[in-house]
């Protein structure tokens, strides 16, 4: 059985009486190890796939459904929240926002582990260290708060923290897209490397279509709610791609190759 | 011609509990009616210079310079009214946080005219068909139902394309851009690309375009500053990022995927600490 299994999922806001349909009926799986990419315009409802996948969005029709189950409702803190959060995992797409403002880097790190009682205060103090450092942080970031670092170094803050749990399932929302190409690099060879350690699954977003194709066997292209393509590596490489809207992607990304 | 902007030896540092943050280490530039990009490193300081002209540094943060002006006038002696008076007209600033930015409690169609409304007396019918007009040229796709929205409830994309809406309303003469496409897929950033390629040419507004994609830096702009641990490493013609000279910059290009490129390790960059002094 699929490890992500989406079908039929509708995503309805009530916006002021209004309603906006988000996600407009798409259908999804995601096998173990398999690291899928989405693509697509923006607005098309990319992030709200991911956050019904973390029950923070209102499924308004169809499933959304990680090991065959639905996430737990939003609000709760109970065990069952407790082995989501450590099997699955989310890099938000606005670090800004997904970083409490009061907190230290040092605790937005090791917060999770104490809350899941995961090793004594040496233990924390080590891994805190070797994830900073994992995301090319040295330790003068420790105890500083979100606003003291720039929009690069709150997103693979932001990284980090998501891996602090080891979890086995990775939502990855526009995760390197404040990065410049070095720092880039780094952190996609970090998750890709974890991924082969440890067996990870992945959904990764990105805006940029050499990013998902360096990282993900397939992807899907939204547009208005809707999967609009399927594509594997394989037929990316071909370009054997059948919406306009996919080649005008791939053209463009292809433009923008950099110069050697 | 005299440069719209001066900038001479800037310099911003922060003293913290953990020790002094040397943000920006004397970055010195002129900027005439043209598209200034600046790429570099994420921390080195590029965000900090761009706030620093508008006098957008929060304390404890400290900004000097030698010299800092703004159409001949010089900025750091400048009273905060006139400051305020000027960033509300003639500078802008399109923020990399957009979404965080934005005012949370207010719609997106009151923080789009109360400028009009306000500065330029505006009818509220006019401002609001300026604002949805705004909306329209950025490519939203339903600009009356995003009008009504609350920041909150905008994608990453649309925050942004709001935020670059907000700031080309009061058509500044110099606008600086923070990673103002980085959530734009290549079609609708190519159209943002084109209204402010379009400004610098009519209009004759100065851009710094702050940015961490080279290639694009590279096609866009007419200049590039590379910027390496708060200094400028090396400032070129954009035409000649092809022949830059200095090792960061060089290194950049290699570290990026492409579409059918291999599948292994990404080329990293091996930093030398002399490229910090
Ligand atoms: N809380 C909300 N209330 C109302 N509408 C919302 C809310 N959250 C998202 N939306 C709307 O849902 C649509 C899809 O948003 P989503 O954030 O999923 O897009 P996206 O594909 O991630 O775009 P981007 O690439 O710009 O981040 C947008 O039109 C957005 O305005
Ligand atoms: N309030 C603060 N206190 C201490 N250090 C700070 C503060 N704000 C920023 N810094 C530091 O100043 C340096 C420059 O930050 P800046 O935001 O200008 O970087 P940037 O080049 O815009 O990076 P990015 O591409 O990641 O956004 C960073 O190392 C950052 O950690
Ligand atoms: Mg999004
Ligand atoms: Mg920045």
């Given at each position: 059985m699929a490890l992500i299994e989406i079908a039929g999922l509708e995503v309805v806001f009530a916006a002021r009486g209004e309603a906006v349909r988000a996600v407009r009926g798409i259908d999804l799986?995601?096998?173990?190890?398999?690291?899928?990419?989405?693509?697509?315009?923006?607005?098309?409802?990319?992030?709200?796939?991911?956050?019904?996948?973390?029950?923070?969005?209102?499924?308004?029709?169809?499933?959304?459904?990680?090991?065959?189950?639905?996430?737990?409702?939003?609000?709760?803190?109970?065990?069952?929240?407790?082995?989501?959060?450590?099997?699955?995992?989310?890099?938000?797409?606005?670090?800004?926002?997904?970083?409490?403002?009061?907190?230290?880097?040092?605790?937005?790190?090791?917060?999770?582990?104490?809350?899941?009682?995961?090793?004594?205060?040496?233990?924390?103090?080590?891994?805190v260290e070797a994830a900073l450092q994992d995301v090319g942080l040295d330790a003068s970031f420790r105890f500083r708060y979100p606003h003291q670092l720039s929009g690069g170094q709150r997103q693979r803050v932001a990284v980090a923290r998501a891996l602090m749990l080891e979890p086995s399932v990775l939502l990855l929302d526009e995760p390197t897209s404040a990065l410049d190409a070095s720092v880039q690099a780094e952190v996609l060879n970090l998750l890709s490397r974890l991924r082969e350690e440890r067996g990870l699954t992945f959904l990764m977003v990105s805006h940029d279509f050499a990013v998902i194709d360096h990282m993900c066997d397939r992807l899907a292209v939204m547009q208005q709610g809707r999967i609009v393509e399927v594509l594997d590596r394989e037929a990316l490489a071909r370009g054997a791609v059948r919406e306009d809207y996919t080649r005008a992607l791939l053209a463009a990304s292809q433009a923008h190759a950099p110069v050697q | 011609m005299k440069p719209l902007l001066e900038v001479e030896d800037l310099?911003?540092?922060?003293?913290?509990?953990?020790?002094?943050?040397?943000?920006?280490?004397?970055?010195?530039?002129?900027?005439?009616?043209?598209?200034?990009?600046?790429?570099?490193?994420?921390?080195?300081?590029?965000?900090?210079?761009?706030?620093?002209?508008?006098?957008?540094?929060?304390?404890?943060?400290?900004?000097?310079?030698?010299r800092l002006a703004f159409d001949g006038r010089d900025l750091l002696s400048l009273p905060e009214r006139g400051m305020r008076a000027l960033?509300?007209?003639?500078?802008?600033?399109?923020?990399?946080?957009?979404?965080?930015?934005?005012?949370?409690?207010?719609?997106?169609?009151?923080?789009?005219?109360?400028?009009?409304?306000?500065?330029?007396?505006?009818?509220?019918?006019?401002?609001?068909?300026?604002?949805?007009?705004?909306?329209?040229?950025?490519?939203?796709?339903?600009?009356?139902?995003?009008?009504?929205?609350?920041?909150?409830?905008?994608?990453?994309?649309?925050?942004?394309?709001?935020?670059?809406?907000m700031m080309l309303i009061p058509e500044p003469d110099l606008l600086i851009a923070d990673e103002p496409t980085s959530a734009l897929d290549v079609t609708v950033e190519a159209e943002v690309l084109r209204i402010l390629d379009g400004l610098v040419r009519e209009r004759g507004l100065g851009l710094i375009f702050i940015s961490h994609d080279l290639p694009l830096v590279a096609r866009f702009c007419d200049r590039v500053l590379v910027m390496y641990a708060g200094r400028v490493v090396e400032s070129l013609a954009a035409s000649e990022l092809e022949q830059a000279r200095h090792p960061y910059t060089r290194g950049l290009l290699r570290c990026l995927p492409a579409v059918g490129g291999p599948r292994g390790p990404l080329p990293t960059l091996r930093r030398d600490p002399g490229w910090a002094e």
């Amino acid at each position: 059985m699929a490890l992500i299994e989406i079908a039929g999922l509708e995503v309805v806001f009530a916006a002021r009486g209004e309603a906006v349909r988000a996600v407009r009926g798409i259908d999804l799986s995601v096998e173990p190890r398999e690291s899928f990419g989405l693509v697509g315009e923006s607005g098309s409802g990319k992030s709200t796939v991911l956050r019904a996948l973390c029950g923070l969005a209102p499924v308004s029709a169809g499933r959304a459904l990680i090991d065959g189950r639905a996430p737990p409702a939003l609000g709760r803190i109970g065990s069952r929240d407790r082995a989501f959060a450590r099997r699955v995992q989310m890099v938000f797409q606005d670090p800004y926002g997904s970083l409490h403002p009061r907190h230290t880097v040092d605790r937005v790190l090791s917060e999770p582990l104490l809350v899941h009682g995961l090793g004594g205060r040496r233990e924390r103090d080590r891994r805190v260290e070797a994830a900073l450092q994992d995301v090319g942080l040295d330790a003068s970031f420790r105890f500083r708060y979100p606003h003291q670092l720039s929009g690069g170094q709150r997103q693979r803050v932001a990284v980090a923290r998501a891996l602090m749990l080891e979890p086995s399932v990775l939502l990855l929302d526009e995760p390197t897209s404040a990065l410049d190409a070095s720092v880039q690099a780094e952190v996609l060879n970090l998750l890709s490397r974890l991924r082969e350690e440890r067996g990870l699954t992945f959904l990764m977003v990105s805006h940029d279509f050499a990013v998902i194709d360096h990282m993900c066997d397939r992807l899907a292209v939204m547009q208005q709610g809707r999967i609009v393509e399927v594509l594997d590596r394989e037929a990316l490489a071909r370009g054997a791609v059948r919406e306009d809207y996919t080649r005008a992607l791939l053209a463009a990304s292809q433009a923008h190759a950099p110069v050697q | 011609m005299k440069p719209l902007l001066e900038v001479e030896d800037l310099k911003v540092a922060f003293d913290t509990p953990g020790g002094r943050v040397e943000a920006v280490r004397g970055v010195s530039f002129t900027l005439g009616r043209e598209r200034l990009g600046i790429v570099g490193e994420s921390g080195s300081g590029k965000t900090m210079t761009g706030r620093a002209i508008l006098r957008l540094v929060q304390p404890p943060g400290r900004v000097t310079a030698k010299r800092l002006a703004f159409d001949g006038r010089d900025l750091l002696s400048l009273p905060e009214r006139g400051m305020r008076a000027l960033r509300g007209r003639r500078l802008a600033m399109v923020m990399q946080d957009p979404k965080y930015s934005l005012n949370p409690v207010m719609t997106v169609g009151r923080q789009l005219t109360e400028g009009l409304r306000r500065r330029d007396r505006l009818s509220a019918g006019a401002a609001r068909r300026r604002a949805v007009a705004m909306l329209e040229a950025v490519q939203i796709r339903d600009p009356e139902r995003v009008m009504g929205a609350y920041p909150h409830e905008l994608s990453g994309g649309m925050g942004q394309r709001v935020m670059i809406a907000m700031m080309l309303i009061p058509e500044p003469d110099l606008l600086i851009a923070d990673e103002p496409t980085s959530a734009l897929d290549v079609t609708v950033e190519a159209e943002v690309l084109r209204i402010l390629d379009g400004l610098v040419r009519e209009r004759g507004l100065g851009l710094i375009f702050i940015s961490h994609d080279l290639p694009l830096v590279a096609r866009f702009c007419d200049r590039v500053l590379v910027m390496y641990a708060g200094r400028v490493v090396e400032s070129l013609a954009a035409s000649e990022l092809e022949q830059a000279r200095h090792p960061y910059t060089r290194g950049l290009l290699r570290c990026l995927p492409a579409v059918g490129g291999p599948r292994g390790p990404l080329p990293t960059l091996r930093r030398d600490p002399g490229w910090a002094e």
